[in-house]
């Protein structure tokens, strides 16, 4: 459930209040809610269970659906889904940060954060009998350009799509 709240009123010759969502209960410590902002983006952050790909998938669609990037739709689910699994395989982050930010008509970028301190490893080259390994490999196909950088709270990895790629 979803209640919109709106801020204190401005001083003379501010910008008007906007809406604050605030949300109760879930797996999701945000709502769907992309607000309005300049370039578009959205930001969710969910608790690292086993729930998190799923809804993170599915709030990503939404959220380029909205933004009429239907073209981009299947990869971002891809790309998601392998990012927050990577979270949830490789660290030991209690919340991971899904940000999706739209960079231009037909672009969008990617960005998933977890707060896991530990060094950033490289992905291995697996072998031909392996079953994991390949994840890293398939977003850098599917994305323009994309890379890991660490942060103060953490460690983040992003991507950007673009259409008719």
Partial sequence: MISALTAPAPRAGNRAPRPIYVTKGGDMLNPFTPTPTDPPSYLAKYTARDTAPGLARRDAVRTLLSWG????????????????????SHTSTRTINVTLIRTGETTARIVVMDTDRTEIVLPACPGDDEEAGRGLR????????????????????????????
Avoid: H
């Fill in 138 to 165: 398939l977003v850098a196909s599917m994305a323009v350009q994309w890379g890991v950088e660490r942060v103060v709270t953490g460690k983040l990895i992003w991507c950007d799509l673009q259409e008719d790629r």
């Fill in 69 to 88: 990037l239907e073209q981009l739709a299947d990869a971002a689910e891809l790309v998601v889904s392998e990012l927050v699994t990577n979270v949830l």
